[in-house]
């Protein structure tokens, strides 16, 4: 399996989703900590979360769409 790096702004997500599961939460860590706009903050984190559902880290709840 391949080497996986993260950035600052993906290591926020990271670190945030495992504190609370909660994608919203990871959005406002990264407004918070880095100078970006509501729209990049949100495609951040689900870009952070699609690269861990396609390495097999994160699985989707049933409820996702």
């Known amino acids: 399996m391949g080497e ?3 950035n600052p702004s993906g290591l ?7 504190t609370s599961g909660d994608p ?3 959005v406002e860590a990264l407004l918070t900590e880095f100078s ?4 990049v903050a949100e ?3 689900t870009d ?6 396609s390495a097999g880290i ?3 709840s049933r409820g996702s769409a």
Do not use: K, S
């Open 12 to 18: 926020t997500v990271l670190r945030t989703l495992l």
């Open 24 to 26: 919203a939460e990871a």
């Open 4 to 6: 996986a790096n993260l």
């Open 36 to 39: 970006v706009d509501q729209a």
């Open 58 to 60: 994160l699985v989707p």
């Open 43 to 45: 495609a951040d984190v």
């Open 48 to 53: 952070v979360m699609n690269d861990m559902i």
